[in-house]
């Protein structure tokens, strides 16, 4: 690798042949300020705010696009640099709607930090109240232009990551704007809710729609009992909305955080992640011994099936009918829970706490509600509950750590992993390993760790060969997609998850400012704390969990029986590309 | 483009043109039909060995996309926005190969210089831009065309001679080269001699060689203020020094030109100036703020007037003017009243007539009705 | 903004067949997206939604990319334009001998704005930048027909020879 050497004001430093001139800055501990930049998403030189002085240049240039080359001098904040920073942030300030109290994104918006920073002006050129229009047309988020800096993040989000290019840039000049065709509400595309521009985004210009209100009215109706359980992933994310350390497992203090909400139970979704499991391994079993249709695709991520029915409907069938942990948890509760401690299901408030925004859809899906009501009534994304947290003047870091409440408490780390890309195919794989061969060892199936977008293995177990894809992102879904149907690839078993990473870095998660994610390894960090917590645990495999042996035991009967498909299983809707 | 296809090794050629020549589109189309059966595109040029071919991209009315890598980006079939350099089109251009982009006049002037040699172009010109420029000649000038100057010829050479001067007596105020990218050659200057670094060196340049004459009834502020229009109508968008900025400074100038201007807004259009040409993605925005700049320098006394008196001396901005009856020239005939569309005129028959300043619209109408020369600008 | 097409699309199955030639043709072009939209208005006049996600699916683009490309060129149009096209050019060269007094006349004569169409359908006001024709400024087009040295008291009568 070819090493490169240069100077940074003044500061000595090597890097290899390739680097940009931000990288080398930071590689001699020098935070060059950035807003359109974000790591492996976008990279375009739009905002001009990373300028910097190069000798001999022309003018001041991007660090963010510029090469670094032997012998450069950088200077990151002469005069030049720093006016023209705050000359940049102020006419951005100059239409840009300025309710910062009541944004969701105060105290962690790039352009409030940086315009603090810089003590730009807010009225100097002549600021003007905008007036574009505000999209809330669908369930996961709100568009608000008003607010938008046009660093192009969340199109690159939408265009490259995920493949799914519901929104662009429309006209030009000032009067360019991000939207859908045709200015179309977002609601009338094939948008599948996952969340990824906005946790791209660095203002408030995109945020999830909110059920807040709707959570806070349910607790203080005295008619209803309101019952949280929160997802696998939300003990390695929570943590850092109240300043913890990334990757820091707040599991005890989430619950209590939420039990001092007022809710009247604060349950443990990792509980149906096992049921999940439990009832797809015996699908895949099924589908390999008597021929059903293979690949089997999961479907516990709800981005994934929204894409799966816009742009390849054919692939249904490929699906497996089992709902997603949150929707069984919900069908669950307003059944089996409901019947035993004489409830009636009307009066049941479920809320899951995500790290997604397409679950948003998920609650509302037709073909899920049990009779007159939905399986779950609100879906309230990690930042949703941290803003809760903080209403309601709870202090989260000096919490004590509390349990889940019965009876659904127990859970085993195969449910636990089910927030990290591969965790849901080793979770069934350990228990499909089970029933076939009566043992799992090793119970790790490491090839389908890590963060690389597409992971293959090929395992056998109990004489039965498994082909195995993981793909998270939703290009690389397609791409595993394509590649069968062109018959290029051959599998049994695919696990997807829409989020780059899988729910560790789902569109409802903790937005990490600039500085922290451009540099700092995310996924890895959030994803470790949950294989920690699965490699601690006295249960390591889902259809060990009690808690499994008194559902079917008390209601369900035995896995994939009738009484499991009726509460447990759904079917898909077929989409096309243009919701007219 | 041939020629310079063998010396750098390309087998592909594009000529980007603009949609709104429809007429050089066909001619050249039939150009390079001709050129395919003659042998001199297409396989095996001229039994050398060399394959190249060239096709047409039409340009869809985007002036940004003059900028080199908007250039590329739109043969690519996207929107024109300009891309960071480094790096550079000849390292990684069009569909992200190495590429050779030049305008056609400099494509032009190849085959002449093999043809005739260097040392032939070379004697043309002055020491730092040899040979010849096209000028588009244009504005308040008798001889309005296209003209190949040799590079130095001056400025009063090209007005008084070629242009064959002013029409209408008028006085020669300035000169715009380089249209909106460019700055303005005042009076003052009439004998600069005309290439690329006496251009430079009064903030102006050559550009695509637009030299638009403006004379004593021409405003300057409002000159700045139609080429503002025009960046701001033609930004791409991206960045955020020109997307913001253009129309800040518009803004600005339209503040003064309607009578609301401070002098601290002389302040921030320099700023901004100064924010834009540093700043800036590409050369667009680098460029937008020049003819403020350029006549800031040149006319800084008419800005003045326009701010801290309140008024146009060259009589062209609407919010500036008063339409005025000179009282003892009225013959009281009643015409002015008659045609007014604001009824502001008022007054009985053969007595003078008087305009009232708040109903007036400032369309001229009494103006270029009155026989008698009563009614005056000011 | 909203640009909505108030008349209702009225492609041919003849127009359908060409777009599909068009698109045919172009498909393995690289940067083919754009000579496909300037073809296509030639066939329609306009590119309605209609037409655009032909262009998308035909060519395998998402429709938000078409609609960024069709919405960044000032030459494309979202909404039909008239039988009878005017076009004012606003260039420098045009402007400073008076070419905005010409858009005015126009303006005034047919009762609409430039970027609009008559109510009849028989024309629509487009300003441009620049055809070229400095020598004849100020200079107007209708369709294929140039005319310079405009004084705005001609523009009626040559509005009127085209009724």
């Known amino acids: ?580 | 483009m041939t020629i310079a296809s063998y010396a750098v090794g390309a087998h592909q050629g594009y000529v980007y043109v603009r949609a709104e020549y429809p007429v050089a589109v066909h001619r050249l189309q039939i150009a390079l039909d001709q050129a395919r059966e003659y042998g001199l595109l297409g396989k095996n040029i001229l039994g050398k060995g060399h394959d190249f071919d060239i096709e047409i991209r039409l340009g869809a009315g985007a002036f940004v996309c003059g900028e080199e890598t908007a250039l590329l980006t739109s043969i690519e079939g996207n929107r024109g926005e300009p891309r960071p350099r480094p790096p550079f089109p000849a390292v990684k251009g069009l569909f992200g190969k190495p590429t050779l982009l030049n305008n056609v006049e400099t494509y032009a002037n190849i085959a002449q210089i093999i043809r005739k040699g260097a040392a032939w172009y070379s004697a043309m010109g002055t020491e730092k831009s040899k040979g010849t420029k096209v000028f588009a000649l244009g504005g308040k000038i008798t001889n309005v065309g296209l003209v190949e100057i040799p590079m130095g010829t001056t400025l009063r050479e090209i007005i008084e001679e070629i242009g064959g001067g002013i029409p209408e007596g008028k006085a020669f105020k300035a000169a715009q080269t380089g249209g909106p990218s460019g700055g303005c050659i005042p009076a003052q200057h009439i004998d600069t001699p005309i290439d690329y670094e006496s251009l430079a060196a009064l903030g102006s340049m050559m550009g695509s060689g637009g030299l638009i004459v403006m004379d004593e009834d021409n405003c300057m502020v409002d000159v700045s203020k139609f080429y503002l229009n025009f960046t701001v109508d033609e930004s791409c968008g991206k960045c955020t020094p020109c997307r913001v900025g253009t129309r800040k400074l518009l803004q600005l100038l339209e503040k003064i030109t309607d009578g609301k201007g401070e002098m601290e807004d002389l302040e921030k259009i320099q700023d901004l100036a100064t924010h834009m040409k540093s700043s800036s993605l590409c050369a667009l925005g680098q460029s937008a703020p020049n003819p403020v700049l350029s006549t800031l320098q040149y006319f800084g006394d008419e800005y003045l007037a326009h701010i801290k008196d309140k008024k146009c001396p060259a009589g062209v901005c609407k919010n500036l003017l008063q339409y005025e009856i000179v009282a003892d020239k009225c013959k009281g005939c009643t015409l002015c009243a008659r045609n007014c569309p604001a009824g502001a005129i008022t007054g009985t028959v053969k007595n003078p007539h008087v305009i009232d300043t708040d109903k007036c619209i400032k369309c001229g109408v009494c103006m270029s009705n009155c026989k008698f020369g009563a009614i005056i600008k000011k | 903004m909203t640009e909505k097409t108030v008349i209702p699309f009225q492609g041919t199955p003849e127009q359908e067949a060409q777009l599909k030639e068009v698109i045919a043709k172009h498909h393995d072009q690289p940067g083919g997206l754009m000579p496909t939209l300037q073809e296509a208005q030639g066939i329609y006049g306009y590119l309605p939604i209609e037409v655009q996600k032909m262009i998308a699916d035909g060519l395998g683009v998402s429709l938000s990319e078409v609609f960024g490309v069709a919405t960044f060129y000032s030459q494309f149009s979202l909404t039909p334009k008239g039988k009878h096209r005017i076009s004012v050019c606003l260039g420098t060269a045009c402007y400073v001998k008076g070419s905005d007094k010409i858009l005015e006349a126009v303006e005034a004569k047919l009762g609409i704005k430039s970027g609009e169409c008559t109510a009849d359908g028989m024309f629509s006001i487009d300003s441009c930048r620049c055809v070229g024709a400095c020598g004849l400024a100020p200079v107007m087009l209708v369709d294929e027909d140039v005319y310079g040295k405009l004084k705005p008291d001609q523009v009626a009568k040559i509005l009127d020879s085209y009724k």
């Open chain 1, 1 to 580: 690798m070819e090493m490169i050497h240069l100077k940074i004001n003044g500061i000595p430093v090597e890097v290899p042949a390739g680097s940009t001139v931000l990288e080398a800055a930071k590689a001699a501990n020098v935070d060059i300020p950035t807003l359109c930049y974000l790591k492996d998403v976008n990279c375009i030189g739009a905002c001009r705010i990373c300028v910097v002085e190069i000798t001999g240049a022309r003018g001041l240039v991007a660090a963010c696009t510029h090469p670094a080359a032997e012998g450069m001098e950088v200077f990151t904040n002469t005069p030049k640099v720093r006016k023209s920073r705050k000359t940049t942030l102020e006419l951005l300030l100059s239409n840009h709607k300025k309710k910062c109290l009541s944004c969701v994104r105060a105290n962690n918006c790039e352009l409030q930090k940086l315009s603090v920073a810089y003590g730009a002006d807010e009225d100097r050129f002549m600021p003007e109240e905008m007036n574009k229009p505000i999209d809330d047309s669908s369930p996961f988020l709100v568009r608000d232009n008003n607010k938008c800096i046009q660093c192009m993040r969340c199109v690159a989000a939408c265009k490259n990551v995920q493949s799914v290019s519901v929104i662009g840039n429309i006209r030009r000049g000032f009067n360019v704007h991000v939207g859908s065709a045709f200015d179309a509400p977002l609601a009338s595309t094939a948008c599948v809710g996952c969340g990824q521009c906005i946790v791209s985004c660095p203002v408030g210009a995109l945020t999830e729609k909110s059920s807040e209100k709707k959570v806070w009215d349910a607790i203080a109706d005295p008619e209803k009992k309101v019952i949280f359980f929160t997802a696998p992933s939300i003990r390695a994310t929570l943590g850092e909305e109240f300043g913890n350390p990334v990757g820091t497992n707040v599991e005890g203090k989430m619950v209590a955080a939420i039990r001092r909400l007022g809710p009247d139970q604060v349950f443990n979704m990792d509980v149906t992640a096992d049921l999940t499991i439990v009832e797809e391994a015996n699908e895949l079993i099924e589908r390999i011994t008597t021929g059903g249709t293979l690949p089997m695709f999961t479907s516990c991520c709800p981005g994934w099936v929204k894409f799966c029915e816009h742009f390849y409907p054919d692939f249904l069938p490929h699906l497996s009918s089992c709902k997603s942990p949150q929707q069984m948890f919900g069908a669950v509760l307003k059944s089996y829970y409901a019947q035993k401690n004489n409830i009636d299901p009307k009066n049941l408030f479920v809320v899951s706490v995500i790290p997604c925004t397409a679950k948003k859809f998920e609650v509302t899906r037709e073909e899920q509600r049990e009779g007159d009501f939905d399986d779950v009534d609100v879906a309230l994304t990690t930042r949703e509950l941290g803003r809760m947290i903080r209403e309601a003047g709870i202090d989260f870091n000096s919490l004590p750590d509390e349990q889940f409440d019965d009876p659904f408490e127990t859970a085993s780390g195969a449910g636990a992993i089910f927030g990290a890309t591969g965790g849901v195919m080793e979770a069934a794989l350990r228990t499909a390993a089970v029933k076939l061969d009566g043992k799992c060892e090793p119970l790790e199936f490491t090839e389908v760790r890590g963060t690389k977008g597409i992971k293959e293995a090929t395992y056998t177990v109990g004489g039965v060969t498994v082909k195995v894809a993981v793909a998270s992102g939703l290009a690389n879904a397609r791409e595993i997609v394509e590649g069968i149907i062109k018959g290029e690839k051959d599998y049994q078993f695919v696990e997807i998850m829409a989020c780059p990473g899988g729910c560790i870095n789902g569109g409802g998660q903790p937005v990490q400012s600039d500085s922290v994610r451009n540099f700092v390894d995310l996924k890895t960090l959030r994803a470790k704390a949950l294989y920690d917590a699965d490699s601690s645990m006295k249960l390591r495999m889902s259809h060990e969990s009690p808690v499994m042996d008194m559902l079917y035991k008390e209601f369900f009967e035995k896995p994939g029986a009738h009484k499991a498909h009726e509460y447990l299983h759904t079917t898909y809707v077929p989409r096309g590309k243009y919701q007219d």
